[in-house]
C-alpha cells in the first residue's frame, strides 16, 4: 500500500490530505494567519482517524507555488523537517495544477486557466489540459509555462482560442483587465476555489508512481517573482 500525506498553506486556507493506495481523505479550514499553529494538528487528526501514524508515511507532498510567499515557506519547511525525521522522500506539487484538477473534477472542464491574484496589479497563471488516459487516471498537462504578468499581458495562442476554457481562481478580480482574446475564450469563470490539498495529493501520487520524488533537501518553494521574495 502506497501512503501519502500533502499539505498546502499557500492561501488563506489551510489543508492537508493523506492517500491510500487511490482513497483519499482531507481537512481544510480557512485560518488567515494561523497555519503555523493549525497545520500540525490537522496533520495529527488526518492520521489518527485512518489508524495511521507518520512512520506509515512512504512520502510527502506539499503545494510549493506559486502563492503567498509566507505561506509557501511554512509548507515548504514543515514537510522538509518532518521528510528530514523520517526519511522519507518529498514531491511539490503546483498551485496552479490543483487548481485545474479542482476545476475538473467539478465542472469536468478539459482546458483550465488557473488565475492568482499575486498583489502589485499581477497574476500568477498557466494554462493546463486535463485528460483521461485509457487505464482511467485523470492527468493535468500544461499548455502554457506558468507565469506572472499584468492580466493585459495574458495572451492564449491562437491554437488554443479555439476551445471552451474554464477559468478558476482568486485572479479573476482582474477579469475585466484581461485580453479581449483571453475573455472570449472564457466559457465559465470560478473565483472562489483556492488551491487544495485534496487535489494536490492526487498529483503527487501520479508524480511518486512516475519515480519523480525527491529528496528532502530539495524542498523549495516556488515563487515565480523571485526578485520580490529576495527582497
Do not use: K
Not at 492537508?16 to 481523505?25: H, I, M, N, Y
Not at 528530514?84 to 483550465?112: C, E, K
Not at 493546463?128 to 506558468?146: F, S
Amino acid at each position: 500500500m502506497t501512503t501519502l500525506l500533502a499539505i498546502d498553506a499557500s492561501s488563506s486556507a489551510c489543508s492537508v490530505a493523506l492517500w491510500q493506495d487511490g482513497v483519499v481523505t482531507a481537512e481544510r479550514c480557512e485560518a488567515p494567519r494561523q497555519h503555523t499553529q493549525r497545520m500540525m494538528p490537522m496533520i495529527e487528526t488526518l492520521l489518527a482517524a485512518a489508524d495511521l501514524t507518520l512512520n506509515d508515511l512512504d512520502a510527502l507532498a506539499y503545494g510549493h507555488g506559486p502563492g503567498s510567499f509566507t505561506g509557501l515557506r511554512i509548507a515548504a519547511g514543515t514537510i522538509q523537517g518532518l521528510a528530514f525525521g523520517l526519511d522519507v522522500p518529498v514531491i511539490g506539487v503546483s498551485t496552479l495544477a490543483a487548481l485545474s484538477l479542482q476545476a475538473h473534477r467539478l465542472h469536468h472542464a478539459r482546458f483550465v486557466l488557473p488565475m492568482l491574484d499575486a498583489r502589485m496589479g499581477e497574476l500568477y497563471t498557466g494554462a493546463y489540459r486535463v485528460v483521461t488516459r485509457a487505464d482511467g487516471e485523470i492527468a493535468v498537462e500544461q499548455v502554457l509555462p506558468e507565469q506572472v504578468c499584468a492580466p493585459g499581458l495574458l495572451e492564449l495562442p491562437v491554437a488554443l482560442r479555439e476551445h471552451d476554457w474554464l477559468a478558476v481562481g482568486s485572479g479573476l478580480v482582474m477579469h475585466d483587465e484581461l485580453p479581449q482574446s483571453v475573455r472570449a475564450s472564457l466559457a465559465l469563470q470560478l473565483p472562489e476555489p483556492q488551491p487544495d490539498a485534496e487535489a494536490m495529493v492526487m498529483l503527487a501520487a501520479q508524480a511518486y508512481a512516475r519515480g519523480e520524488a525527491v529528496s528532502a533537501v530539495e524542498a523549495q518553494p516556488v515563487y515565480l517573482r523571485n526578485e520580490v521574495a529576495w527582497r
